[in-house]
């Protein structure tokens, strides 16, 4: 069983930066995949980049794209979400995610079998 912790969220400034950690105790060699996920009140959870752990291949969402990097650490325990230049729309829960079976579309939720419980993220003006 894959847990997934995530931490660093906060209330921050437009302009600003966070860093997001994505805890994955006992990390499983079968992960293939991990991503991350955001979700604001009353919109659907939007897929904001994911990296391939193995490759470290990582892939973004046209909105963060130059602004956020994804990595992970070289003994593959934690996961990273770098946030630059921060804006008001970046307001969301955050969610690290991840997969042990090859992902085809890694911006569908679908794709992730395993979630942490999200972390808070607002942008203020």
């Known amino acids: 069983l894959v847990q997934l912790v995530e931490s660093g969220g906060g209330s921050v400034q437009a302009g600003g930066s966070l860093r997001l950690s994505c805890a994955a105790p006992g990390y499983a060699a079968g992960i293939i995949y991990m991503g991350w996920f955001r979700q604001a009140p009353g919109k659907e959870r939007e897929w904001v980049a994911t990296?391939?752990?193995?490759?470290?291949?990582?892939y973004y969402a046209d909105s963060v794209q130059g602004r956020f990097t994804i990595s992970q650490d070289n003994a593959k325990i934690t996961l990273y979400l770098q946030m630059n230049s921060l804006k008001p729309e970046d307001t969301a829960m955050y969610y690290c995610a991840a997969s042990s079976a090859p992902v085809i579309s890694v911006g569908s939720p679908s794709a992730y079998g395993y979630w942490g419980q999200g972390t808070q993220v607002t942008v203020s003006n």
């Open positions: 990296i391939s752990t193995r490759a470290a291949v990582t």
